[in-house]
Each structure stands twice: as C-alpha cells, then as structure tokens.
C-alpha cells in the first residue's frame, strides 16, 4: 500500500481555476511533512491537531462552570470552533490564511488544565513552588505538540498558538517578526521563567493576531449566555450598554464589521478607540459579575484547591517510586510514549519528574480528574454537582 496522488492533468486544471494562498512554512523537520496540493502546509497542522487524541478532551474541559450537569454550557471543544469560525470569517474578508487561522484556533488551548482558568492558576502556582517555574495554558498547549508529541507544527501555527492570551486586549496588533525556531525556543523558555512574559507576547503573523482578537470575542457574549442559563444572572439587563451591544450575537457582529473597517489592506489588526473601550468595559462586566463571583471563581478554588495539591503530590510519589503500575505511568507515560512513537525518539521518562506531574494534571478531563482523586483518595471527594434537576 502506498499513499496516492493527484494526476498532474487535474493538479494544474486546479491550479488554473483556484487562486491558492502562498505558504512559507518553517518546521523544525524540513524534510518531513512536505505540503502538496491537496494537503497544503497548514491543513497538514489542522489535521495534526484535530487526530491528537488531547484534542477530544476539548469536551470535557471546563470553559467557566465546572460543577453542573447541564449539556447547553460551553465546554472547550465549542470555544475553540467558535473560535476559529469567528477568526476565519474575518480572515476570509482580509484575504488571510484560513488554513493557518483554523490551525492556531484549534490548538490554541490543547494545553488547558481541568477546571479551567482556575486549575491553571493552581497547577502554577505548585509547580512555581516546586521549581520556581510557571504554567500557562497558552505555553503548555505549545509544549503538548512540539515537545511532547513532536508533531513537527509549523512555526507560524506555534507562535499564534504561545501568542494568543486572550485576556489581554489591545487596540492595535501588529505581528512581531519571527524568523526561526532558535528565537521561539528562548521565548517559550522566558515564559517559564518570568512571571506574565507570556501575556506580553504579540504573533508573527496576522492571522495569529485575528485569532487572538477573536478568542475574546468568543468567549465574552457565550459567557454571558451560560451565565444566564445556570441562573447567576436573573437580569438580562445587568451589563453595561456600549457600541458594541450586551449580548452574544450583537457583540460578535459589531466586533467583526469594525475589525474589518479599520483592518482591511492593512499590516495589522485594529479596534477603533471607542470599540475598543467598550470591548474592556464587557470584559470588566464578565469578571464582575462571573469570573470572580463567589459562585464561580472563588467557589472553584476553594473546592480543586487542596485536590490539585493531594493529587500532585501522590503522583510525583509514584513517579519518583518507579512502580510501573502507578497510574502515572500506565495511564500517561506509556500513552505518551505509546503516541510519540513514530515522531520522535527521545526518551519521554528522562522529562524532569515535576514536569512529568504537571503534563499529566494538565492533559485531564474535569471528570477523569475527579475520579483519579477519588481512587487515590476516597471519601474526601469535595464537589457536588448541580444536576440537570436542581436547575428547574
């Protein structure tokens, strides 16, 4: 069996009639993963990612409410689609790459530790205490296909990938020109070490500044929605009124119409001023009356809190033990192993064992984090979900 191809007839009859997008993708393996007609250098990142087994846990990922039993709230898996579908509609009307839009949106947060936002202020905050390193999910997603996996992705789709933190907006984003693996190595090593280096950084292209727009566009009306769906916000009316509207549709289609009127045939990615400030005045509102409410936030830590802990520490004591028979090892150190096998050769258990530990915690579901702590530790498990039920 062998892979087959386009015949050269129908290859240049689609060359004739398509005005296809120019590609100069850098890879770390230049003589693997070479693009072609029908598989072009992007969509090979897009189907890289979308085949990642990490990429199915999407579903069971927190986006902001973690503890109900409802099937209408977001999870992971549906940011990252509205995501890309928001940035490739701005994408197509600058006359962007959408392949390589589509790429970063989907990997953008392959690194998002269970319970959200609120897992990876604590993931960091054990890992920092342990190493004096840090965890951003912006970072890890980076290290989950580079490093660990070796996916060999395309240097764009990374730095749009690293790049994205989406609760830093700016007014203006201009790509920031990067040349080569060795310079995106150093930053990704910065990350690491400085503490907020990461929501600093700005893409090396201008379709990773259209996703990392678009990630707060997504997430700022969808929020809102669920907010009203779990009933923490009984007044529609609560949020403040401004240019760009209160609610999901309204935002999302004024956010894309001025990025468009003030971005089109231009090197860069542009709010107007007064667009802009409304933009931070809802973000001001969703942290308000959402994020760091005692019924979301606060609520979140105090329960995952002391789990994250209790559970890092029994699994970096399994790990240091060598007992093959740990979790640790059977269900992520051969899987990783098991998956890297025909990408790359290094030696996954030669990883710093904290390092280890925090790939693992990261790549969780909510609900296979919850029942690891609760066969390590039965009985103690804090969290009692809302059910489809008490939500009547």
Known sequence: MKYIKLSKEIENQIKEKINLPVENPIRRDENHDKANLWRPA??????????????????????VFSFYRNDDLSRRALHVQIVSRIARNIGKMLGLNLDLIEAIALGHDMGHTPFGHTGEKILSN???????????????????????????????????????????????????????????DKIVEKCYTIKDYSSCLVPSTLEGCVVRICDIIAYIGKDRQDAIKTKLISDENIFSDSHIGKFNAMIINNLIVNIVENSFDKDYIKLDKEYFEALKQCKRD???????????????????????????????????????????F??????????????????????????????????????YFVELYDKYFPNENRIKYISYFDQE
Do not use: W
């Not at 520490?313 to 060598?322: I, N």
């Not at 030696?347 to 969780?364: F, G, L």
């Open 330 to 367: 059977k269900h992520h150190i051969e899987y990783v192993e098991n998956l890297t096998k025909y990408y790359k050769n290094a030696n996954y258990r030669e990883t710093e064992p904290n390092q280890i530990v925090v790939d693992y915690i990261a790549s969780m579901t909510d609900d």
């Open 42 to 63: 992007f969509v090979r990142d897009i189907e890289k990612i979308m085949h990642c087994p990490y990429y199915n846990r999407y579903s069971d990922k927190t986006q």
């Open 126 to 184: 054990i890992y920092n205490e342990k190493t004096g390193r840090y965890f951003n999910h912006n970072v890890h997603s980076v290290r989950v296909l580079d490093k660990m996996l070796g996916y060999n992705i395309t240097l764009q789709t990374l730095s749009g990938i690293l790049c994205h933190n989406g609760e830093m907006e700016l007014e203006t984003y201009a790509p920031k020109k990067l040349e080569s693996f060795d310079e995106f």
């Open 286 to 328: 969703n942290y308000d009356l959402i994020y760091l409410s005692d019924n979301v936030g606060q609520k979140n830590y105090k329960i995952v809190e002391p789990m994250f802990y209790k559970l890092y520490e029994k699994l970096l004591s399994d790990l240091k033990s060598g007992d093959e028979d740990a979790l640790i």
